[in-house]
């Protein structure tokens, strides 16, 4: 079955600090695996999309990491802003494009003054 | 170029009714899909639509239902309104059914 886990469920970090959030996923063989970031009642903004063959992929101050060999993805947030403050949720596009997204239920980031 | 536009933003039912939620897509792409997020339980698929035609469907009772039109802008129908589907619905579209840009959603609040 198709799943993709992600952690910490939820994370507090002071403002300026880094952090880094973890998805694991078991869709295979899959197309992309693309990092969103959510704010509360707004839809999801993607930040990077990586395909099988790509390791990093950055934007700003998100950098994005891909082993497809261990199947993991992890999302790092340099230098943290209040702003970051959200969700981050990993979504995985199996192979065939045409099938359904396969989501993680995502990370809760709150970052404090 | 104009992203992903859904109406309308807020939404209040009462339990029983019906409810009609709209979604243009980005110029161009011919996929629309919709998906209900909930606290706790992250976004889940309701169903897809490529061309006017649905091609995936998700794990929802019949009270959801979907359509497209020729311009590939989408509406999905709620009937008989219950507590629980009061949550956040999103809609994302796609050029190729690979790469999605969702919208801002609508929050459905059923009293």
């Known amino acids: 079955k198709n799943q993709v886990e992600q952690s910490p469920q939820s994370l507090i970090i002071l403002e300026g600090k880094n952090c880094t959030l973890q998805?694991?996923?078991?869709?295979?063989?899959?197309?992309?695996l693309r990092w969103y970031k959510q704010d509360t009642g707004r839809g999801p903004v993607s930040l990077t999309i990586?395909?099988?063959?790509?390791n990093t992929k950055s934007n700003g101050r998100y950098t994005a990491t891909l082993d497809a060999d261990t199947k993991q993805s992890s999302l790092h947030i340099t230098a943290s802003q209040l702003s970051d403050s959200a969700s981050y949720i990993c979504v995985v596009s199996p192979y065939t494009g045409f099938q359904k997204l396969v989501f993680g239920t995502g990370t809760r980031l709150l970052v404090s003054p | 170029k104009a992203g992903v536009t859904q109406t309308p933003r807020y939404l209040i039912k009462t339990r029983g009714q019906q409810v009609t939620l709209s979604c243009s897509p980005i110029?161009?792409?011919?996929?629309v899909s919709w998906y209900q997020q909930t606290p706790g339980q992250g976004l889940q698929f309701l169903f897809e639509?490529?061309?006017?035609?649905?091609?995936n469907k998700g794990n929802f009772p019949g009270r959801f239902s979907g359509r497209q039109f020729s311009n590939s802008r989408s509406e999905m129908n709620v009937s008989t309104l219950e507590l629980g589907d009061s949550a956040l619905y999103l809609c994302?579209?796609?050029?190729?059914?690979?790469?999605?840009?969702f919208g801002s959603g609508t929050r459905l609040t059923v009293v």
């Open positions: 990586m395909t099988f063959s790509e």
């Open positions: 639509y490529f061309s006017e035609t649905q091609r």
């Open positions: 994302a579209s796609s050029f190729s059914g690979d790469g999605y840009t």
């Open positions: 110029s161009g792409h011919r996929s």
């Open positions: 998805c694991n996923y078991t869709v295979s063989p899959f197309s992309n």
